[in-house]
């Protein structure tokens, strides 16, 4: 799988939008880029996923890069509840056995009140 | 809710003593995975099952195993437990393999100390 480089730490004020990056230019044609969080004390959540377009959900919006070299998990009004790890994870269509995650350091948010 | 449920939430054991952990799962998935997370670091595949298929990582060491007796159920052994063993241990299962879209479905993890 394609290595993700993200920041290690943020920091967002509660109820302010919050962008986190998360780079991948080695990115190949099929690989799908995820999102997961994990809260403390907590297994990692699923976020979002997507693969050329931008996606939106109840939780976030994934914004990704024409070139796919990059993605922005957007959190619209960030919570307290919102602090977490959240990991950016690549996972390739043309793995055919194993739906393995391989989880790079990820980006520690704090939200402040 | 369905869910994965890991037991105990929190296991001691001493040093080179075997430990089992367990985890079930009512999501009625076929993939289960075994993770393990050492302090502020992110989670490390250690092996996974698709029905009674056993997958193991590469580098998983020799001292870990696993068994899935039926769907529901799954279990990490460790058969003689160092002191840099000590971590969480994530269990999670997913609906399939090789379908890249499929979501994975973690438990709160069992904490391991070692002693």
């Known amino acids: 799988d394609a290595k993700t480089t993200q920041p290690n730490s943020m920091e967002s004020n509660e109820e302010e939008p919050v962008h986190l990056p998360c780079n991948h230019s080695?990115?190949?044609?099929?690989?799908?880029i995820h999102w997961y969080r994990q809260l403390p004390s907590q297994g990692p959540e699923y976020v979002i996923h997507?693969?050329?377009s931008n996606v939106n959900n109840r939780m976030a919006s994934l914004a990704i890069a024409e070139d796919r070299k990059s993605s922005t998990l957007i959190l619209h009004r960030a919570t307290l509840r919102d602090a977490a790890v959240y990991y950016c994870?690549?996972?390739?269509?043309?793995?055919?056995?194993?739906?393995?995650?391989?989880f790079g350091t990820g980006t520690s948010l704090t939200v402040i009140p | 809710d369905a869910m994965v449920i890991q037991n105990p939430r929190y296991q001691v054991t001493q040093f080179g003593k075997p430990v089992t952990l367990s985890c079930s799962q009512t999501?009625?998935?076929?993939?289960m995975y075994w993770y393990q997370q050492k302090s502020s670091q992110a989670p490390k595949l250690l092996f996974h099952?698709?029905?009674?298929?056993?997958?193991n990582e590469a580098d998983t060491p020799d001292n870990f195993q696993s068994r899935r007796p039926n769907t529901s159920f799954c279990f990490l052994d460790i058969r003689s437990p160092g002191l840099g063993d000590a971590a969480m241990y994530l269990c999670?299962?997913?609906?399939?393999?090789?379908?890249?879209?499929?979501?994975?479905?973690f438990g709160p993890g069992t904490r391991l100390t070692v002693l």
């Open positions: 994870i690549l996972r390739d269509e043309g793995v055919s056995t194993g739906n393995q995650f391989y």
């Open positions: 099952y698709y029905d009674k298929d056993f997958n």
């Open positions: 999501l009625n998935h076929n993939v």
């Open positions: 997507g693969l050329t």
């Open positions: 080695t990115i190949s044609g099929t690989d799908y």
């Open positions: 999670a299962t997913s609906r399939d393999r090789g379908r890249v879209t499929d979501t994975q479905y």
